[in-house]
């Protein structure tokens, strides 16, 4: 059976959480539970993991206990992303907002010239209209499986996890990166 599995990017954080829980209400706003490292080094004077549910609004309920129950449209929201049930080569798990590195050997035969190694750096999407996760217009198993690249036929590494969109968007803008 598939590993279903989510984390959550905060802006208001900066920082990259594991959601323990998820589910959704009647009327469609996410509600989840984030791992209890939020309550050690965020909200230290919240005596329990919180639930958010889309755009945040941190309150306590009149118990003492964490709800986030209402929303603050000047509040950032968190980004959910999914775990795509594939590792990367040094068996990292890839989730969807990821940014994979691999390096592409180019041969031009009866060129004389010698074999050049291209660095591709390439996002992680999942993509409604496929119904799946995707780098570009090809799926993402299609990368991580492969040691030949798909449209030139020339050796390649098996791709690695080196980061995400929120954390390090950088690596995109640098890179050029497949989309």
Known sequence: MREIKFRAWSNKYQH???VSEISQDRSGYT???????????FEPEFDSPFAWIGRVDFKKSSD???AALGQNPDDEPFYLMQYTGLKDKN???IYEGD???RTVTIIVYGSGKPPEDVVEYMKVEYREDYAGFYIGERPL???VDNTLD?????RCT???VIGDVYRNPKLLEASHASE
Do not use: Q, S, W
């Open 16 to 18: 990259m959480f594991r």
């Open 99 to 101: 940014i994979l590195k």
């Open 91 to 93: 068996g990292r798990e």
């Open 64 to 66: 003492g206990r964490v």
């Open 158 to 160: 098996k791709p690695e």
């Open 141 to 143: 198993h299609a990368y």
């Open 31 to 41: 509600h989840g539970i984030v791992d209890a490292e939020f309550k050690n080094e």
């Open 150 to 154: 798909i449209d030139t036929g020339c």
